[in-house]
């Protein structure tokens, strides 16, 4: 069985993560150095707060470099909100450098008229390319948001899905190879974002092909 490690920065929804793989009878195996990723064959790399705090935390590890070592041999992780936000390479919310494991900028959601920063509540994604948390041409799926900034990949193939912010479509999922995030909080979306993880859970254990 897959082993997955829950990478543990002192930012991220450590409980709520867990309890939502608890609820799939998978347990994770939290993730504090780099000896610690010598047991795990996947990561969830979870995330609340702001961006420079969390690269800092993250700095105090050490794992900067594993995690990027991770990704450039292609190992699957997943992201979760502010875990997405920092697979790239640059944020407005801070000055500091993101992993840069995804080419392009986070920026601050549009002051669109009548919209409200923090973008918190409901809301339903629109697939735009494949990823393993999807069905094919799989649409209005709800997911629980809180954000107030979102991510513009530069490469577009990287967008797998969006979600209705005002008259615009910000990012809600970017996936490349078998590296993933979701800007949601799929471990507070109650049955769909259980659905959600399992999905991920049977990717892994079906071998983590990457979506043609």
């Given at each position: 069985m897959t082993q997955i490690g829950l990478i543990d920065y002192g930012m991220g929804n450590l409980h709520s993560v867990r309890l939502a793989f608890k609820r799939l009878k998978r347990e994770l195996k939290l993730v504090n150095s780099q000896a610690d990723l010598k047991?795990?064959?996947?990561?969830v790399l979870p995330g609340v707060g702001s961006f420079d705090p969390a690269v800092h935390h993250l700095n105090q590890t050490g794992l900067i470099p594993s995690i990027r070592s991770w990704a450039k041999e292609d190992k699957p992780l997943l992201g979760i909100c502010l875990?997405?936000?920092?697979?790239?390479e640059s944020?407005?919310?801070?000055?500091?450098?993101?992993?840069?494991?995804l080419k392009g900028h986070v920026q601050k959601l549009p002051n669109e008229l009548g919209e409200r920063i923090p973008h918190m509540g409901w809301s339903p994604l629109n697939q735009v390319?494949?990823?393993?948390?999807?069905?094919?041409h799989e649409q209005n799926c709800?997911?629980?948001?809180?954000?107030?900034?979102s991510a513009i990949p530069s490469q577009k193939e990287v967008l797998a899905a969006t979600a209705k912010f005002g008259k615009k479509e910000v990012t809600s999922i970017v996936w490349k190879s078998?590296?993933?995030?979701?800007?949601?909080?799929?471990e507070k979306s109650a049955k769909?974002?259980?659905?959600?993880?399992?999905k991920w859970l049977q990717w892994l254990?079906?071998?983590?092909?990457?979506?043609n």
């Open positions: 047991f795990c064959d996947a990561l875990g997405l936000q920092l697979l790239f944020s407005d919310e801070g000055v500091s450098p993101g992993l840069g494991i390319n494949k990823s393993p948390l999807l069905d094919k709800w997911m629980y948001f809180v954000h107030s900034y078998r590296i993933g995030a979701c800007q949601f909080h799929p769909a974002g259980q659905r959600m993880l399992h254990e079906n071998g983590a092909k990457p979506p």
